[in-house]
């Protein structure tokens, strides 16, 4: 289907003679030329359409697409129809029409290629003049629009070019030794639908940033390129792989500098595509061939399939449950019965609505009838079920295939879906599944006590994943924390760590056991002849002997019921009655006669103790890991798992051997007055031994407050003496002696005493004439307990506007050079200094961020731990501040809808009724921030986004690009920097062994993968652009490599230059001297964002949850909003 709106437009893009696609349409009133065929042959949308798209034509040296008849010097191909031109930047027109069904395009003849080739090489030319309109100026960049439902996408125009837009930089040289087809931006086939890539216009400088803003209503993103069904140009193969063993990654190179794009913005009020099937992905430029070749194994192991076909059925329950164990029980009572009616298949079930079979079914529609006993309610008797079973589909294996090769873009997520659950239909039926993990509390090893009525269990992590290498089944060891099946009275008293069992609950302890227990599933052991379980909802706020209900029209005692009915005298009436079912009209349970039933995971957050005892039973070193691992795949045996030969899946029983990289460290600068200028690190380490800081900070005023009752402050005095010795050692200009005295106060008075040094140190500073000076730093050596960490820097920051550094009463009582040195780092960048910065970046050697002016942003949103219904998600951006060393971030936090990962105060529009249109947001600040602290605004922005899963891709990027687009047009029209958008991940399964676990060249001292290894082939996506980067030396068990996603990339980076950007970024961070395992800014927005969840939950951990749940925000529910930090501390890395 294509479509066409009113109102015409200029010119659009050129054919690419390089053997890249036609253009798209133009905006504006007037006649758009759409783009022409390629050399290869391939048809391009001759009638792209874009804001009041106009009718095709061939382009100046193009050639008319197959199939296209001439009308009235027009060549116009089957697909154009009518339909709603609207979207664009800026948008101008709005067309009104129809849409149309149109026919396929027509493939060429290699007779109909090579007349088109000739008639290129003979430059034939078909001359009309362009129609000049309101917009004819040249396009900085093209943008497209999202389709209705119903409606193809199409390009939409280009915005304007501000007369002093900076001249983006050339692509950069292919490296030494980089074949042209793996050192060029390439892009997959745009679909029939006509998507079209066209190369930016130059533009020009400029050096303000005059308010300008979109048309109202307009949503503009844009994102890569569509995809094909045809077979376009092959990548080149990876670096030591034989082109036959290549992976089949299909794509098709680009000219210098062109841009690939995609309809992503959706009109108002509309929702995001459903699936990612209307948003494609960055393609892979080609492969990385810089550092030192090495191999490794992943815990991948390689999937052959039968090329059969899979039957997909409708399954429908009655009655309903939510319930996936129940109805996966209930689904295998049927087959159970009725094998022969099912054709003695043997089908997979996923637990909700979809159930798959290797042969036909013999019947299209059907409907079971089952009389069955629930084993948890069999009190109750038998229960009727109904299960109506009806045909959906039948899927072939040919798109997996073509997937698999490169030659289509869109994942068939069906056929992946029905394999990956016959995979896992045998381990669900052995094992407690949670999520797409499996667990047991002995068949893969003792786990252990946790504290607390706490256990660990361990297992592992399945998943099934397309690859270059094909399907891929990754399998990861993990343990988890599970709540111990005992009686739920022990549960209690170690919980609580309750020593006399006859003393009432506090209000505290009822608290805090109701959010313990709040959904556990629990049995009753009061009637011997049967078993109930029940869920618990709640816990009463008032003493069992207080309890009454109304039996038959009386009020009844709790504890008399129980004594006359069951003749079971309850002891500990003077505790709270557990509730189950309706909160209106609960089910009481006395707590005695309830026992935990096994099997259930501890969802509240783990204590310090918890922790330790966990990372203690789970870590492992690499070497056994993998042994472990492979455990797993013998014990599981895949080969004579009935479910898996019935759907003709083979799983390779070795790791993956995948080809990787050691990329190069880079060299680090210090100040010229230390005796070592310049440093070279060794296994992502270094120190700062004959070294100072490249920019020290500079501390007058400064104070000690301490909290500790078991350290002297004789000793505190000592520590600070050794702590400013330290810092002005390595390059700091920090006072000797405090503004005031050292204070002690006593851990239960803990704001009052800060309020009170502060204000003391105001006073002080005043009466020596210092009017207007502050208090810069404040050390707090912290309580004994904890629990004061959160409010103190909430009321620091947001309140009395002072930078604080926080000590644990035994780091200070253990001191040590290291401590030492480390708090002086993290001080340094509080207060504005800078510790190191790359050498290449002074140079101005780093492609892509150092020729032009460039801001590097990292984004995170977290969310509250599991329990915390109505708590807020805490979403931070930070932003490069200096330039060329991008090693200065300022941060903005703000407060959205619970497990909301779409951030929603990146561009904000408010209509004030004075101002009008007021507009703002974080990204906007940011950039503002960048252009005042530079003297530059950026032509460049590339986007580090953490914390987003795999099926948030397609919104994130729709939602967040047209953000960034849109603060970007606010401040400066046709102010358009390229955008580079790299999702980072941390929460992913795949780990990398080294290929020899004894070689001293391939591992670090844990016995880990090299930092700086970097893998891009094998067990990477087939067609898009990711990689994987252990860029930190391992500490203690299995380093995680972390793995960034490229979903939209403007500036044409190569595999190299962002892998070396993103690895040598790694050694920037500002609190230790180490290469850390993420790039610094999206860990300084994880940093960020957890120090927000501070302001408005003083006692928080920084074990929250990272990803969500949920893309919208229900804006029916308020959002507590976080308070404004002050301009003196927000300036700076306070959060570091």
């Known amino acids: 289907m294509s479509t066409r709106g009113g109102g015409g437009g200029r010119r659009g893009g050129r054919g690419d003679q390089g053997g890249g696609r036609g253009g798209g349409a133009g905006v504006g009133r007037g006649r758009g030329r759409g783009g022409a ?76 290629v090579e007349a088109l080739r000739r008639q290129v090489e003979r430059k034939a030319v078909v001359s009309q003049a362009p129609v000049q309109g309101p917009l004819s100026a040249p396009a900085a960049r093209p943008q497209m629009q999202t389709k209705a439902p119903g409606q193809v996408a199409q390009p939409a125009p280009a915005g304007r070019t501000s007369s002093s837009f900076p001249v983006p930089a050339p692509a950069p040289a292919p490296a030494p030794g980089q074949p042209p087809a793996a050192a060029a931006r390439t892009q997959m086939q745009a679909k029939a639908s006509g998507h079209a890539a066209v190369p930016p216009a130059p533009a020009r400088s400029s050096s303000s940033f005059p308010a300008r803003a979109p048309a109202p209503g307009q949503v503009v993103v844009p994102a890569p390129a569509g995809s094909s069904s045809a077979v376009p140009a092959r990548a080149a193969a990876p670096p030591g792989q034989a082109p036959a063993a290549a992976p089949r990654q299909e794509m098709q190179g680009k000219a210098p500098g062109q841009t690939t794009q995609m309809a992503l913005a959706a009109p108002a009020g509309r929702l995001p595509p459903a699936s990612s099937k209307a948003v494609v992905l960055q393609a892979r430029p080609g492969y990385g061939t810089a550092g030192r070749r090495c191999r490794v194994r992943a815990n991948h192991f390689l999937v052959q399939v039968a090329d059969t076909e899979i039957y997909h059925y409708d399954v429908a329950i009655t009655p309903e449950s939510v319930s996936r164990a129940r109805n996966r029980w209930i689904m295998n009572e049927l087959v159970n019965l009725y094998k022969e009616h099912l054709g003695r298949r043997l089908p997979v079930y996923d637990g909700r609505k979809g159930l798959f079979t290797a042969a036909p079914l013999p019947f299209k529609s059907k409907e079971f009838v089952l009389m069955l006993t629930n084993p948890e309610r069999a009190s109750q008797g038998e229960k009727e079920y109904k299960v109506a079973i009806k045909d959906a589909a039948k899927i072939d294996m040919y798109s997996l295939q073509q997937f698999l090769a490169g030659r289509q873009r869109e994942m068939p997520q069906e056929i992946i879906q029905a394999l990956d659950i016959a995979l896992r239909e045998c381990p669900t039926s052995r094992y407690t599944s949670i999520s797409r993990s499996f667990f047991s509390s002995q068949e893969f090893g003792p786990g252990g006590q946790l504290g607390n009525g706490v256990e660990c ?83 009463t706020s008032a003493p069992l002997n207080d309890l009454t209900f109304d039996q038959n029209g009386t009020r009844a005692s709790v504890v008399q019921y129980f004594q006359r009915q069951y003749n079971y005298p309850l002891k500990y009436t003077h505790w709270p009655c557990l509730q189950a079912g309706n909160p209106t009209r609960p089910t009481y349970l006395p707590m005695e006669v309830c026992n935990i039933v096994k099997g259930q995971r501890y969802s509240s957050k783990l204590n310090e103790n918890q922790v330790r005892n966990i990372l203690r039973l789970a870590c492992e070193r690499p070497a056994d890991r993998e042994e472990r691992t492979l455990g797993v795949l013998k014990k599981n045996n895949y080969t004579a798992d009935d479910y898996t030969k019935e759907f003709g899946i083979k799983v390779n029983h070795q790791l993956a051997l995948v080809d990787a990289r050691v990329l190069p460290a880079p060299k680090l600068k ?17 120190n700062m031994i004959n070294k100072k ?123 040590g050079k290291q401590f030492l040195e480390n708090l002086a780092l993290k001080i340094n960048a509080k207060v504005g200094g800078r510790n190191t910065v790359l050498e290449d970046a002074l140079n101005r050697r780093i492609p892509l ?16 731990s599991p329990g915390e219904a109505t708590a807020p998600s805490i979403a931070a951006v930070v932003a490069s501040m200096d330039w060329p060393q991008v090693t200065k971030y300022k941060c903005l936090v703000s407060s959205q ?87 980072v991940q941390k929460r992913h399964h795949t780990r990398l062994f080294p290929e020899n676990h004894r070689s001293r060249d391939q591992t670090d001292r844990s016995g880990n993968i090299l930092p700086g290894t970097v893998v891009d082939t094998t067990i990477c996506h087939p067609s898009e652009f990711d990689f994987y980067l252990c860029s930190h030396s391992g500490i203690q068990g299995t380093s995680r490599p972390a793995h960034y996603h490229v979903l939209f990339d403007e500036n044409g980076f190569s595999a190299d230059a962002l892998q070396t950007l993103t690895y040598n970024l790694c050694y920037t961070y500002a609190r230790c001297t180490r290469s850390v395992s993420i790039v610094p800014p999206a860990y300084y927005a994880h940093l960020a964002a957890f120090r927000a969840r501070y302001y408005i939950e003083d006692d928080i951990s920084d074990q929250g949850s990272s990803t969500g749940t949920s893309w919208m925000y229900d804006q029916s529910v308020p959002v507590k909003q976080l308070p404004c930090i002050k301009e003196n501390v927000q300036q700076y890395m306070f959060y570091c």
């Open 37 to 112: 065929a390629d050399l290869s042959g391939n048809p391009t949308d001759a009638a792209a359409r874009g804001v009041g798209g106009g009718r095709g034509d061939r382009d100046r040296g193009g050639a008319p697409p197959p199939g296209a008849v001439q009308r009235g010097g027009h060549f116009q191909t089957p697909m154009q129809g009518r339909g709603a031109g609207r979207g664009g930047y800026p948008a101008v027109a709005h067309g009104r029409g129809q849409q149309v069904t149109a026919p396929a395009p027509i493939q060429p003849t290699p007779a109909e």
């Open 849 to 864: 961020l150092t020729d032009v002016p460039t801001i590097v942003f990292g984004a995170d949103v977290t969310h509250p």
């Open 670 to 686: 210090y100040h010229d007055s230390g005796k070592e200028k310049d440093c070279n690190p060794s296994v992502g380490q270094w």
């Open 897 to 983: 809808g619970h497990s909301v990962e779409i951030i929603n105060d990146l561009f904000k529009e408010v209509r004030d009724p004075v101002k009008g249109i007021v507009r703002g947001g974080m990204i906007r600040e940011l950039l503002i921030s960048f252009k005042k602290s530079t003297g530059h605004k950026p032509h460049r922005i590339i986007f580090y986004r953490d914390g987003v899963s795999e099926g948030q891709f397609s919104q994130v990027l729709l939602y967040e690009v047209d953000a960034i687009r849109k603060a970007c047009a606010s401040l400066e029209e046709g102010y358009l920097p390229k955008i580079t958008f790299v999702v």
């Open 457 to 539: 269990w361990r297992g592992y992590y399945q998943s099934l994943r397309p690859t270059q290498m094909g399907l891929s089944l990754n399998i990861d060891i993990s343990a988890t924390a599970f709540y111990k099946a005992q009686p739920i009275i022990d549960f209690i008293v170690e919980y609580l760590n309750i020593r006399n069992t006859s003393k009432r609950l506090s209000d505290q302890e009822r608290i805090k056991l109701k959010k313990a227990v709040k959904g556990v599933r629990v049995e009753t052991t009061h009637r011997r002849d049967m078993s109930m379980r029940y869920k618990i909802t709640g816990l």
């Open 693 to 815: 800081m490249v920019n020290g900070g500079s501390i007058k005023y400064w104070a000690c407050l301490t909290f500790a009752s078991r350290i002297h402050p004789n000793e505190i005095g000592r520590f600070c003496e050794d702590l400013v010795m330290m810092c002005n050692s390595i390059g700091m200009q920090v006072n000797t002696q405090p503004c005031v005295q050292i204070n002690k106060a006593h851990q239960d008075n803990v704001e009052a005493a800060i309020r009170g040094i502060h204000g003391h140190s105001a006073q002080v500073l005043a009466q020596q004439g210092l009017t207007g000076q502050h208090l810069q730093l404040l050390i707090i050596i912290l309580p004994d307990m904890t629990g004061s960490y959160g409010m103190i820097k909430r009321l620091c920051e947001t309140e009395l506007g002072v930078i604080t550094q926080c000590c644990a009463p035994k780091n200070v009582m253990k001191g």
